[in-house]
């Protein structure tokens, strides 16, 4: 869970032997070159060498020298970051800080970490034994002058990824806590990754890496045969690989001291200075921090380079890193940098300025492929002539979906997550103590000090030869912590033939995307099932990446017959299976549908089998919501019994066509 070293004897996969995935390398090295920079984004479809070249970066860095018995591993050359610890040392005079030196760090952060886990805490056994307050390093401190890795930052609490990037931009961790108050010195190379099928970071987090890189597989098979080759000769022979490896290794780590030591030197003139802000203008960026990186940026990419000027190919190659996250987008809308835009952009900025010519000749590296990757233009493959694929129109806005929390929790409106619940396993902030239990694992301190202390003087009289703070079980008290609970909403979305009419089936899917942008706002997980033809299927498991919720419902074509009670049966083991991991989060079915079922699930009927597949759902706990899409004079009124059998809220089609699916949704979710 903690710390991991290059051991001697057990290489990793050289970072040189990666192929292609040049923008991630570039963004890696650039950070290992400043790690002031203030980290990189990794975003990128699994089985893309992520992690690989994170472990493989750490190897590839030259070994640091560092203060030995230090817990933040001092740099004995740089005096003004040392930590309390070392200052006193030094202070004192007797004798020079000793030396040696390490590996490089990588520090794995887990996405169940806690924040005591991440910043540091209390000894507890010290405070306990000795009466005394020592603070115990977290994962922030390990990390000092290395890596600390996070995989599925996406996953991340928020709170927890705040507090990472603040110690990333800042290079120091502030600890109050507890009656603790203290800083220490915690540089280090941030490096986040994430699969965005899996969710995406909020705005304001992703706009605190410095970088940010899209990868994606390699599509050219010669490539991709050349990664086997490579994997299975290091899986077979890892010394003997590594060892093939070790001079492009060795070269690559002498440049990254080269360019290390040039950074200081390297200028960025006025003129790439108005570049640089002409390009954040230019893309609609909000605020200054892209500025900023890209300033960094620059400079950096010259030094790795060699030179100590800026040119205009450096800010070309910084803007692909650093503005890739921040430009301003709608939802739902995917992070792009077309590289068409880039260079009109610059054109434009070269054409407004007198010539100057460069002092020097750009001699990077030959820069990676700037065709971003498009996604493919939907074609129809529906092999069913009659089905039709509708659009939907643009999403409106809604008011704050809050779900109806149990006695236990407390509402709150704000975004995020949407009910306040107790948390387990020492996640959540810590709201207020309680007496533990028979078994605690997250004792706190500071109210067991508090109830011990009216008794020391009598216990001390027990035991004069006791520890400076005697407790009793009593005393002891646990911390309750507090996070917040989402919604699981599920769409089941009727695409049969009686929906094909376009202003049914466009109205309904505008109202089901006008949910998926209040669900992104309020970091809820989504599902989609459609049900037509022969049988239902769930399109998308519920999941917090609204933007897959999003495409699915653009492309669900229209045809066929009525499935409905095979979409509840879906859904319900949909729901089950979500309980399973996540049992805080508060279920919300939403049928849009006619209620015309007319395929069965088993060999029965197919409306007496709807409705008691809907009493099932309902004796789950499930909340839901039906809308009623048939039309016309003559009305069968099939979907009135299917909301009764599922205790739902009732909605007509003319309701949903003025925005009533939103406020069913509400009421469905116990808002009026």
């Given at each position: 869970?903690?710390?991991?070293?290059?051991?001697?004897?057990?290489?990793?996969?050289?970072?040189?032997?990666?192929?292609?995935?040049?923008?991630?390398?570039?963004?890696?090295?650039?950070?290992?070159?400043?790690?002031?920079?203030?980290?990189?984004?990794?975003?990128?479809?699994?089985?893309?060498?992520?992690?690989?070249?994170?472990?493989?970066?750490?190897?590839?860095?030259?070994?640091?020298?560092?203060?030995?018995?230090?817990?933040?591993?001092?740099?004995?050359?740089?005096?003004?970051?040392?930590?309390?610890?070392?200052?006193?040392?030094?202070?004192?005079?007797?004798?020079?800080?000793?030396?040696?030196?390490?590996?490089?760090?990588?520090?794995?952060?887990?996405?169940?970490?806690?924040?005591?886990?991440?910043?540091?805490?209390?000894?507890?056994?010290?405070?306990?034994?000795?009466?005394?307050?020592?603070?115990?390093?977290?994962?922030?401190?390990?990390?000092?002058?290395?890596?600390?890795?996070?995989?599925?930052?996406?996953?991340?609490?928020?709170?927890?990824?705040?507090?990472?990037?603040?110690?990333?931009?800042?290079?120091?961790?502030?600890?109050?806590?507890?009656?603790?108050?203290?800083?220490?010195?915690?540089?280090?190379?941030?490096?986040?990754?994430?699969?965005?099928?899996?969710?995406?970071?909020?705005?304001?987090?992703?706009?605190?890496?410095?970088?940010?890189?899209?990868?994606?597989?390699?599509?050219?098979?010669?490539?991709?045969?050349?990664?086997?080759?490579?994997?299975?000769?290091?899986?077979?022979?890892?010394?003997?690989?590594?060892?093939?490896?070790?001079?492009?290794?060795?070269?690559?780590?002498?440049?990254?001291?080269?360019?290390?030591?040039?950074?200081?030197?390297?200028?960025?003139?006025?003129?790439?200075?108005?570049?640089?802000?002409?390009?954040?203008?230019?893309?609609?960026?909000?605020?200054?921090?892209?500025?900023?990186?890209?300033?960094?940026?620059?400079?950096?990419?010259?030094?790795?380079?060699?030179?100590?000027?800026?040119?205009?190919?450096?800010?070309?190659?910084?803007?692909?890193?650093?503005?890739?996250?921040?430009?301003?987008?709608?939802?739902?809308?995917?992070?792009?940098?077309?590289?068409?835009?880039?260079?009109?952009?610059?054109?434009?900025?070269?054409?407004?300025?007198?010539?100057?010519?460069?002092?020097?000749?750009?001699?990077?590296?030959?820069?990676?492929?700037?065709?971003?990757?498009?996604?493919?233009?939907?074609?129809?493959?529906?092999?069913?002539?009659?089905?039709?694929?509708?659009?939907?129109?643009?999403?409106?806005?809604?008011?704050?979906?809050?779900?109806?929390?149990?006695?236990?929790?407390?509402?709150?409106?704000?975004?995020?997550?949407?009910?306040?619940?107790?948390?387990?396993?020492?996640?959540?902030?810590?709201?207020?103590?309680?007496?533990?239990?028979?078994?605690?694992?997250?004792?706190?301190?500071?109210?067991?000090?508090?109830?011990?202390?009216?008794?020391?003087?009598?216990?001390?009289?027990?035991?004069?030869?006791?520890?400076?703070?005697?407790?009793?079980?009593?005393?002891?008290?646990?911390?309750?912590?507090?996070?917040?609970?989402?919604?699981?909403?599920?769409?089941?979305?009727?695409?049969?033939?009686?929906?094909?009419?376009?202003?049914?089936?466009?109205?309904?899917?505008?109202?089901?995307?006008?949910?998926?942008?209040?669900?992104?706002?309020?970091?809820?997980?989504?599902?989609?099932?459609?049900?037509?033809?022969?049988?239902?299927?769930?399109?998308?498991?519920?999941?917090?990446?609204?933007?897959?919720?999003?495409?699915?419902?653009?492309?669900?074509?229209?045809?066929?017959?009525t499935p409905l009670g095979h979409a509840l049966q879906v859904g319900m083991l949909a729901f089950e299976r979500h309980r399973a991991n996540h049992p805080e989060d508060l279920p919300l079915l939403l049928v849009v549908s006619d209620g015309r079922a007319n395929v069965a699930?088993?060999?029965?009927?197919?409306?007496?089998?709807?409705?008691?597949?809907?009493?099932?759902?309902?004796?789950?706990?499930?909340?839901?919501?039906?809308?009623?899409?048939?039309?016309?004079?003559?009305?069968?009124?099939?979907?009135?019994?299917?909301?009764?059998?599922?205790?739902?809220?009732?909605?007509?089609?003319?309701?949903?066509?003025?925005?009533?699916?939103?406020?069913?949704?509400?009421?469905?979710?116990?808002?009026?």
């Amino acid at each position: 869970m903690t710390v991991t070293r290059r051991a001697a004897g057990r290489p990793v996969f050289p970072f040189t032997a990666l192929i292609g995935q040049d923008r991630m390398k570039r963004a890696l090295l650039l950070n290992a070159v400043n790690p002031r920079l203030g980290g990189v984004l990794i975003r990128g479809e699994k089985g893309t060498a992520k992690s690989t070249a994170v472990r493989a970066l750490a190897s590839l860095l030259p070994e640091i020298e560092v203060v030995v018995g230090c817990h933040y591993g001092c740099d004995p050359a740089s005096p003004d970051d040392w930590c309390a610890d070392c200052l006193v040392r030094a202070e004192s005079g007797r004798e020079p800080l000793p030396t040696a030196t390490q590996r490089v760090p990588i520090v794995n952060l887990p996405v169940g970490a806690t924040e005591d886990r991440l910043t540091g805490t209390i000894d507890i056994e010290e405070a306990i034994a000795q009466g005394r307050r020592r603070f115990e390093p977290g994962l922030l401190a390990a990390a000092h002058r290395g890596i600390l890795y996070v995989d599925e930052v996406n996953l991340l609490n928020d709170h927890l990824v705040d507090v990472l990037l603040d110690v990333a931009a800042m290079g120091t961790n502030y600890v109050e806590r507890e009656g603790i108050s203290l800083s220490h010195p915690a540089q280090l190379i941030l490096v986040g990754t994430m699969n965005p099928e899996e969710g995406d970071l909020r705005p304001q987090l992703l706009d605190r890496f410095a970088l940010a890189v899209e990868v994606q597989g390699l599509d050219d098979r010669a490539e991709r045969a050349e990664v086997v080759r490579r994997r299975i000769a290091f899986e077979n022979d890892p010394l003997g690989f590594a060892e093939r490896w070790s001079d492009s290794e060795a070269e690559e780590r002498q440049r990254i001291l080269a360019a290390r030591e040039l950074l200081p030197s390297v200028i960025l003139a006025d003129r790439m200075l108005d570049l640089i802000t002409h390009l954040c203008t230019d893309f609609q960026v909000d605020g200054l921090r892209a500025d900023i990186v890209m300033y960094k940026t620059a400079a950096t990419l010259a030094a790795y380079a060699g030179r100590t000027r800026v040119n205009e190919e450096d800010v070309r190659d910084a803007a692909e890193l650093a503005l890739l996250h921040r430009r301003r987008r709608q939802p739902f809308e995917q992070p792009r940098m077309d590289p068409a835009d880039l260079d009109r952009s610059i054109e434009n900025h070269r054409s407004e300025q007198p010539p100057e010519p460069e002092p020097d000749a750009p001699d990077l590296p030959p820069s990676p492929d700037r065709q971003e990757h498009q996604p493919p233009t939907p074609t129809d493959s529906q092999s069913n002539p009659d089905e039709q694929v509708v659009a939907a129109g643009d999403p409106y806005a809604v008011r704050n979906l809050a779900p109806a929390a149990p006695a236990r929790q407390e509402r709150a409106s704000r975004a995020g997550k949407r009910s306040r619940v107790r948390a387990k396993d020492g996640q959540g902030a810590y709201v207020r103590a309680r007496p533990a239990g028979p078994e605690t694992h997250d004792l706190a301190l500071d109210a067991t000090v508090r109830a011990a202390a009216p008794y020391q003087r009598r216990r001390r009289e027990q035991r004069p030869d006791g520890p400076a703070l005697l407790v009793r079980g009593p005393d002891l008290h646990e911390k309750v912590r507090e996070t917040r609970a989402g919604n699981v909403i599920l769409f089941a979305v009727d695409a049969s033939g009686s929906m094909a009419a376009r202003k049914r089936m466009a109205a309904a899917k505008q109202a089901v995307l006008s949910l998926l942008l209040d669900a992104y706002q309020k970091r809820d997980r989504v599902g989609l099932i459609a049900f037509r033809g022969a049988k239902a299927e769930l399109l998308l498991p519920p999941t917090t990446s609204v933007d897959l919720a999003e495409k699915r419902l653009q492309s669900l074509p229209t045809g066929g017959r009525t499935p409905l009670g095979h979409a509840l049966q879906v859904g319900m083991l949909a729901f089950e299976r979500h309980r399973a991991n996540h049992p805080e989060d508060l279920p919300l079915l939403l049928v849009v549908s006619d209620g015309r079922a007319n395929v069965a699930v088993g060999s029965g009927d197919p409306a007496s089998e709807l409705l008691t597949l809907a009493g099932e759902i309902r004796a789950r706990g499930v909340e839901s919501v039906v809308v009623d899409t048939e039309t016309g004079p003559l009305r069968v009124g099939l979907c009135r019994p299917l909301s009764e059998a599922l205790g739902a809220v009732y909605m007509p089609l003319e309701d949903l066509r003025a925005g009533g699916l939103l406020r069913a949704a509400h009421i469905g979710l116990g808002r009026a």
